[in-house]
Each structure stands twice: as C-alpha cells, then as structure tokens.
C-alpha cells in the first residue's frame, strides 16, 4: 500500500511539473495560452480561454451544438472498440479537474470577462482582429513543424505560402491576403504528432490558467511553446507575459457573445466542455 502511495504522489507530482513547464514555454502563464488546439478559420470563430469552452462544446463557433453535447449520454463501449477512444475518456482525477475547472470559471467570470467587455468599448472590432491576425501569422513555426513532423508535406507548403503572403502583401499578417488565393492553414500541434506516433492520450486534466489538457496534450503544449517565436525576440519575460494576455484578451472579446450563449444553454458545463474537447481532438488527429 505504502508503494501505492508514494507512486501516486510521485505521479502528481510529475505532472504538476510538467504543467508548470508546460506555462513557461508557451507564453508565460495566460489564461489560456491554449496551445490553439483547434486554431479557428476566422478569429471571431473561437477563443483560447482557459476554461476550454471553444475546443469544448462549442467547436467552429456552434453554440446552438451545446446543449446536445451537455445531455447527450454516452453510449457503452463495446469491447472491442477502439482502444484509443476508451483512453480518451479516461478522468481518473476527476474531483480535482472539476475544482480547478470552477477556478477557471471563477476567472473568467470575475477578470477576464469583465476586461474583454471594456476592451470591446474601446477597441473596434475590425482592429481587434488585425491584432487576432497579426498574433496568428507568428504561430505559423508550430503549424508548419507539426506538419513536417506527421509528414504532412502539403499542409508545411500551405503554411509557409501563407506566411509569405501574409507577411508581405497582408502586411506583416494584419490581413489573412492568402484566403484569397483559397490557402487554408493547417492545424496542427505536437500533441497530434505524439498521436500520430502512437502516443496514447493519458488521462484528462485541468490546470489553473490552463484550457483542458490530457498529458500528451501537456506535453505537446510544451514542445510548441518552444517554438513561438515570440519567445526568443522578447528580451523580458514579462514582455512575454504582457502580449499572451493582450493576445488572450483580444480574443476573448471577439467572442463574448459565442460564449454568453453557451454557458446558458449548457447545464453540466464540466462535463461538456471535457466531452467536448476529448471528441475535438479525436477528430483532429484523424485529419
């Protein structure tokens, strides 16, 4: 029994590591940081906030989906499913997830929100997503990386197209100009390259100031935040520290009204964002 312990505490411990780490490489510690999981085709489609309430219930900026998502009982596994998908439900640390997750809520409800809502009266809209462009062409290493590493040559190609254009002629990626030649950017991250390793998703968790995460996603959060750029130009930490919260701010107030909708219309929120997000995954790995 007492090894029993000792190995559980040594797990928490490894993995609150590994979430600390996690923060420092990705930006110093934002709300949601977010590794982007699902970047979104238009900024207004999607935000980062910690909660997860984007790559949860409401993918692709449908909130009239929640409510299904929230009352939707889960159907039995059959036992000879896929191995992987039974993984992914896995929440063994469940009452813990569930009180960092009301932390999360608390957050947003009483700081972030209420920022986002002065922000969207001082900044028009339009700017707001020159800024949301501007921040999503620097991300263009990871995308292009991951792309590479699942040996998705066409996806690195259109990545990098897209930065050049963008750069240029969207001057210096205020404007997405590579949608007009219909270039779409991909989306992936490390912890889909772990996936496509054949990595399994380890258990679900929720971190103070974090998006909803498994411990791949963890440590795939990690290895992408090593490759943002922006974390090797800023000379300060809290330089750092000071765009991820502009840039999380930024988008949560692109999407205050996607998410006023969602949170009244779902009833057990916890359990609709993990779903959710675990199901929002699957399908991006399968891409």
């Not at 312990?5 to 990705?26: C, E, Q």
């Not at 009180?99 to 700081?111: P, V």
């Not at 990545?159 to 210096?172: D, P, W, Y």
Request: net charge negative; glycine share 10%; hydrophobic share 40%.
């Amino acid at each position: 029994m007492s090894r029993v312990v000792v190995f559980d505490s040594l797990g928490r411990t490894a993995l609150l590591t590994l979430a600390i780490a996690g923060v420092l490489l990705g930006g110093c510690g934002t709300l949601a940081r977010a590794t982007r999981v699902d970047e979104p085709t238009t900024p207004a489609e999607g935000s980062r906030l910690d909660t997860g309430l984007r790559e949860g219930g409401a993918t692709d900026g449908d909130a009239g989906a929640a409510p299904a998502v929230a009352q939707a009982q889960r159907a039995p596994q059959d036992a000879s499913g896929n191995n992987e998908e039974v993984d992914e439900e896995y929440d063994p640390w469940e009452p813990f997830n569930e009180r960092m997750f009301e932390f999360n809520r608390r957050l947003d409800r009483y700081i972030l929100k209420p920022a986002a809502q002065v922000y969207n009266k001082i900044m028009p809209e339009p700017f707001q997503v020159l800024i949301s462009n501007g921040f999503d062409n620097i991300r263009f290493v990871k995308r292009a990386a991951n792309s590479m590493l699942q040996g998705k040559w066409n996806g690195a190609g259109r990545e990098v197209a897209r930065f050049l254009i963008n750069s240029t002629l969207g001057i210096g990626g205020l404007f997405d100009a590579a949608k007009y030649w219909d270039i779409q950017k991909s989306r992936e991250d490390f912890g889909q390259t772990l996936a496509v390793w054949g990595s399994g998703p380890g258990p679900y968790l929720v971190m103070p100031f974090l998006e909803p995460l498994t411990v791949r996603d963890g440590i795939g959060k990690a290895v992408d935040g090593a490759m943002d750029p922006l974390s090797y130009v800023l000379p300060f930490l809290w330089t750092g520290v000071g765009m991820s919260a502009g840039d999380l701010l930024n988008d949560r107030s692109l999407n205050l009204d996607l998410f006023q909708g969602f949170e009244e219309s779902v009833i057990d929120m916890y359990s609709a964002v993990r779903n959710g997000y675990l199901r929002r995954r699957e399908e991006l790995i399968k891409e």
